[in-house]
């Protein structure tokens, strides 16, 4: 299973951007994805998560501003990311809790390589 993001680039504050990551492979089915931000000299940290059913949870920093969607169909997860800040900036990765076996409702964390967001002000 691989996941690609894309979307990514350089953006001035108050922009908007709009990330995708595509889950490709030997895939039963999908549940929960993700996406992640590594800000410079920080650790990873939860961005926004949404269910298979659609369900978003969203990081209190960026309620408001990013909404999390999904197409079940594409294997593919978006952030739409609205009014961004400089304190936005970072690698943004996807995840996907990925199901491989079928009749095995076990799953499997894959990660995706991440792609770069430059807010400047």
């Known amino acids: 299973v691989q996941l690609q993001a894309s979307g990514g680039g350089p953006v001035q504050a108050g922009g908007s951007l709009r990330l995708s990551c595509v889950a490709s492979g030997n895939i039963v089915s999908i549940n929960d994805m993700g996406w992640y931000q590594q800000a410079p000299g920080k650790q990873r940290e939860l961005v926004a998560t949404?269910?298979?059913?659609?369900?978003?949870i969203y990081a209190d920093s960026v309620k408001g501003r990013f909404t999390i969607s999904r197409d079940n169909g594409k294997n593919t997860v978006y952030l739409q990311m609205n009014s961004l800040k400089s304190e936005d900036t970072g690698v943004y990765s996807c995840n996907a809790e990925v199901r491989t076996v079928r009749g095995f409702t076990g799953t499997d964390l894959y990660w995706g390589q991440g792609t770069l967001v430059t807010v400047s002000s």
């Open positions: 949404i269910t298979r059913s659609g369900t978003p």
